[in-house]
């Protein structure tokens, strides 16, 4: 009996004819997890694509950085803004090498190779803070989708259930005909809640796994430039000494 109720159910009640019997609150809370869900799928593409593009324009530089050209060169053939974190590392450190060359041509007196090479490091840092941040923007709502969706498909679960036991009293019956509609609701929200929460949640991760590995790459770098510069700032300072000598 309970069998034939069911199929009666399934074959009266489709997906849809449930989603637009449901209320009003069931409605909003479906309608606002599958605009999450959309949302969070857009981030996803375009973090994906902004990584891969990063990936490869990192390479490029950093292939003409280590072909053992000429830094200057390199620098000017970069431009004021490159679009590439690494290279934006590079120009910001180049920008304060040449600065400070044109002060000290300009006032004829040798400046502090420390405090230079600080200076480069600050610029360099501050360089990729930036680019970094710009790079985290919107993973915020990935890691909030990722918790929040299944507290809200559960809300809506909750609210389904409770639909359930009103149509109950309402027809003064407990077959399953009277319980179906609700419950069927409650499950819908459960599933959307978990196809926005578990997408986010995946893509969050690895994203920031991705991040995490491109900063290190960054601060290597960084690491590597400023080695170079500190021996070209030994080296400078040796010869303006052997010159006043």
């Excluded at 319980?179 to 196809?195: K, Q, R």
């Amino acid at each position: 009996m309970e069998t034939e109720v069911l199929q009666e159910v399934a074959n009266n009640y489709s997906m849809w004819d449930l989603l637009w019997s449901s209320d009003s609150v069931t409605k909003l809370v479906l309608i606002g997890l599958i605009l999450a869900s959309v949302w969070s799928w857009a981030i996803i593409f375009e973090k994906l694509g902004t990584m891969r593009q990063l990936k490869q324009r990192t390479a490029k530089f950093e292939e003409k950085f280590w072909s053992g050209g000429s830094l200057d060169r390199l620098y000017d053939s970069l431009g004021a803004n490159p679009n590439e974190p690494m290279a934006n590392m590079f120009v910001a450190a180049m920008k304060e090498w040449k600065r400070t060359n044109i002060l000290k041509s300009k006032t004829d007196r040798g400046l502090r190779g420390v405090s230079l090479q600080q200076r480069i490091e600050k610029a360099m840092m501050v360089s990729m803070d930036k680019d970094l941040d710009a790079l985290e923007t919107r993973l915020g709502f990935l890691a909030s989708t990722g918790s929040v969706a299944p507290l809200v498909g559960l809300f809506g679960t909750v609210w389904g259930i409770i639909d359930s036991f009103n149509a109950i009293a309402l027809t003064q019956s407990n077959s399953l005909s009277a319980m179906a509609p609700g419950i069927a609701e409650a499950l819908f929200t459960t599933a959307f809640g978990l196809i926005a929460a578990i997408p986010a949640v995946v893509a969050y991760n690895k994203i920031s796994s991705d991040l995490d590995r491109y900063a290190k790459k960054l601060e290597a770098f960084m690491s590597e430039f400023s080695t170079i510069l500190s021996r070209e700032i030994d080296d400078t300072a040796i010869r303006a000494e052997m010159a006043g000598e």
